[in-house]
């Protein structure tokens, strides 16, 4: 399973986020810094389980305001 978890973080924060990120990599399979409603893009695969409580991590996180995770999900369009 894969998700995108968008991050927003309070100002010139994005290094030392992502730094700590890193160092957890429990289902995180890449780290964007980006710009828009988002300052961060976290790549996550993994079960369900693993990813729910990689989001829970980043949440000790105190230097992050918000998340926003987004789960993939197959459907099947009947082409």
Known sequence: MRALCLITAKPDTTTIISQKIKRRR??????????????????????????????????????IVSTETMIEVEVNLGW
């Open 26 to 63: 429990n289902a995180v399979s890449d780290i964007v810094p980006v710009t828009g409603r988002a300052d961060i893009c976290v790549f996550l695969q993994g079960t369900m389980d693993e990813i729910n409580s990689t989001v829970i991590e980043f949440k000790r996180i105190r230097e």
